[in-house]
């Protein structure tokens, strides 16, 4: 963006350059570099900000990858509309098939976690384990934790 001379006329604000409007200036540019061309694209049309800076629909960072843009969905779920909901004392209701709980195992059976998603546990979270003992923590944690949970065993 070019801009005049600072002066004490207009209070040490840059004032627009010849021949630009001031709200042509205020309009973000295109920041891609062309490099062939050895200069910015400032393209003014459709510019919207992205993590590299503000991009024209043809620099997006997936029209660079050649994919098309993602399609906005449909908003918020209906379930979550209300903005502040009643509060409740009681635990919602879950239904029978409900995930209460998941275990990570990652890096080849190298290395694995419990996280219990049931409301109240004193224990949310079990682990990691490393090595040898991956295997027997992956066979017993669903029975051994709920017990310790809930005293309820599965």
Known sequence: MTTGQHTAATGGVATPAPGRRA???SRPECDH???TE???CQEADGVR???PGHRCPAHTPRALQG???ITPGPGWPAHRATPNPAPTNAAPARPADAVTSAVYVDLD???ARYECLRPGCTQ???GPVY???VKPFVDTIRTDHPARCTGVSR
Do not use: H, S, V
Request: hydrophobic share 30%; charged share 40%; net charge negative.
């Open 49 to 51: 900000r992205y993590l």
């Open 67 to 69: 994919l098309p843009e």
């Open 131 to 133: 090595g040898d003992d």
């Open 23 to 25: 709200a042509e200036q």
């Open 33 to 35: 570099w062309l490099g």
């Open 124 to 126: 949310p979270l079990e």
């Open 109 to 111: 059976g190298k290395r």
């Open 38 to 40: 050895a200069r910015y």
